[in-house]
């Protein structure tokens, strides 16, 4: 079955986007939930417009993610931390504080924008983890993290 999403859904898509997905899915989770609607010929054509009335502003917004990604790139980013005798951390850095780091510098990311590699950080290093900042602008960031 074909959907049109409204808005994006991890793995799957980003809004406005029509896909193929299995019945139940869609019809047990996306449309129920507001994910999604069923892609019928006046939907799509009701898509079509929203999406060319709104190309100009996705414009501007590529273009701000582009002027932060070049912000943020090359810089390194400190997480303090508990930390115990042997340099295993009191828990473990999450997307979160990497999210409240970037907002201290200025930079208003989701911690649901931020992916790391490493599910659970949970000693002292340097790591690093994806910003992603729209559907098309995708940047690296290196943390380290240190007692504190």
Do not use: C, W
Not at 114 to 128: A, C, D, P, Q, R
Request: aromatic residues 4%; charged residues 25%; without cysteine.
């Amino acid at each position: 079955m074909e959907i049109i999403l409204k808005q994006d859904v991890k793995n799957l898509g980003y809004a406005h986007d029509v896909v193929k997905v299995r019945n139940g899915y869609g019809l047990n989770y996306l449309i129920p939930n507001g994910l999604a609607v069923i892609a019928n010929e006046s939907n799509i054509k009701i898509n079509a417009e929203v999406l060319r009335q709104r190309s100009h502003k996705l414009e501007k917004l590529k273009t701000e993610a582009e002027k932060v990604k070049t912000a943020i790139e090359n810089v390194v980013l400190t997480i303090p931390a508990k930390v115990g005798e042997n340099g295993k951390l009191f828990g473990s850095v999450t997307t979160q504080q990497l999210a409240d780091v970037l907002k201290k510098m200025g930079h208003t990311i989701e911690k649901r924008q931020i992916s790391m590699k490493e599910e659970h950080i949970k000693s002292v290093g340097t790591y690093t983890a994806e910003v992603q900042l729209h559907r098309e602008v995708t940047v690296p960031v290196t943390f380290e993290v240190v007692a504190g």
